[in-house]
T-cell receptor, first 113, second 116 residues
Framework: AQSVSQHNHHVILSEAASLELGCNYS??????LFWYVQYPGQHLQLLLK??????LVKGIKGFEAEFIKSKFSFNLRKPSVQWSDTAEYFC???????????FGTGTSLTVIP | ETGVTQTPRHLVMGMTNKKSLKCEQH?????MYWYKQSAKKPLELMFV???????ENNSVPSRFSPECPNSSHLFLHLHTLQPEDSALYLC???????????????FGQGTRLTVV
């Protein structure tokens, strides 16, 4: 089975700091990649997605992610975080032959005002 | 409003009870999923349905029984659960099966289940 690794379990940043959350996956074939965010008490929402084309993907709220195929990575970045970015972030993968979305364990981000 | 509605939002049940979780999607999607979310673990896929047919059962114990009467509704029937089954149960849907081009998952808000 495919696996997704998120290396940072809990990140604490001050407002205006830059953010990078790591995500690595195990599948060697064609993949689709996603980052989801879960704000406190809310449902999982899609931040951004990659299916093909430009490996640098821009999402909502100033987030972006870069697909590096040789490193099996899809790291999430934001140049300047805000208090409202405090949430749980999940990386997800599916494969073009598969039937499900595989998720990482999530990274809890706390932004201090 | 996510387009995927789950009821109830919270459920406390005894180990001998029988209860059901309901999921309804208003997005016209053809695939629906049940996931289990426990603390410090990846979201754990339980079941997948495509066009009302179950296409994935991720070795889920038989005390969890899914039902998909049509493409818009998904149920999870629960009976004789254990305390370790306490978790957030998430329903999701996608336009097409996961893995097809441009297919993303849309999630409901989940049912917080506590087994006592």
């Amino acid at each position: 089975a495919q696996s997704v690794s998120q290396h940072n379990h809990h990140v604490i940043l001050s407002e205006a700091a830059s953010l990078e959350l790591g995500c690595n996956y195990s599948y060697g074939g064609t993949v689709n990649l996603f980052w989801y965010v879960q704000y406190p008490g809310q449902h999982l929402q899609l931040l951004l997605k990659y299916f093909s084309g430009d490996p640098l993907v821009k999402g909502i709220k100033g987030f972006e992610a870069e697909f590096i195929k040789s490193k099996f990575s899809f790291n999430l970045r934001k140049p300047s975080v805000q208090w409202s970015d405090t949430a749980e972030y999940f990386c997800a993968v599916n494969t073009n032959t598969g039937n499900q979305f595989y998720f990482g364990t999530g990274t809890s981000l706390t932004v201090i005002p | 409003e996510t387009g995927v509605t789950q009821t109830p939002r919270h459920l406390v049940m005894g180990m001998t009870n029988k209860k059901s979780l309901k999921c309804e999607q208003h997005l016209g999607h053809n695939a629906m999923y049940w996931y289990k979310q426990s603390a410090k673990k990846p979201l754990e896929l339980m079941f997948v349905y495509n066009f009302k047919e179950q296409t994935e059962n991720n070795s889920v114990p038989s005390r969890f029984s899914p039902e998909c009467p049509n493409s818009s509704h998904l149920f999870l029937h629960l009976h004789t659960l254990q305390p370790e089954d306490s978790a957030l149960y998430l329903c999701a849907s996608s336009q097409d099966r996961a893995g097809r081009r441009n297919t993303e998952a849309f999630f409901g808000q989940g049912t917080r289940l506590t087994v006592v």
